[in-house]
């Protein structure tokens, strides 16, 4: 199970930190990732990070301004959200991988949370 939480209202160019807590499953040897879907849109890949830590992946429209993270003793990953615009505006969910390697495709992750929602003001 995954719990999403750390979604609010924010204004552009604002911060939030994005926390996922897995449990009663093992999530340490997996790939963690961070999606999100905007409203009428596919869900779409946001981050990733692998097993260990040691590889990231971003989309290109959040590189330099979110960061992923992971801390395997706590089951928990986080997405840092810095200089936020409107149209980061979605339901963002996180997801585990079927391997260990930080894959962008969403057919590759076999366990979803619930999301939580950010909603960024101009």
């Known amino acids: 199970q995954l719990q999403a939480c750390g979604g609010g209202l924010v204004q552009a160019g604002g911060s939030l930190r994005l926390s996922c807590a897995a449990s009663?499953?093992?999530?340490?040897?997996?790939?963690l990732g961070w999606f999100r879907q905007a409203p009428g849109k596919e869900r779409e890949f946001v981050a990733a990070?692998?097993?260990?830590?040691?590889?990231?992946s971003y989309a290109d429209s959040v590189k330099g301004r979110f960061t992923i993270s992971r801390d395997n003793a706590k089951n928990t990953v986080y997405l840092q959200m810095n200089s936020l615009k409107p149209e980061d505006t979605a339901v963002y969910y996180c997801?585990?991988?079927?391997?260990?390697?930080?894959?962008?495709?969403?057919?590759?992750?076999?366990?979803w949370g619930q999301g939580t929602l950010v909603t960024v003001s101009s």
């Open positions: 990070i692998s097993w260990s830590g040691n590889t990231r």
């Open positions: 009663g499953r093992t999530f340490s040897t997996y790939a």
């Open positions: 997801a585990r991988g079927a391997a260990g390697w930080a894959t962008t495709t969403l057919d590759e992750y076999d366990y």
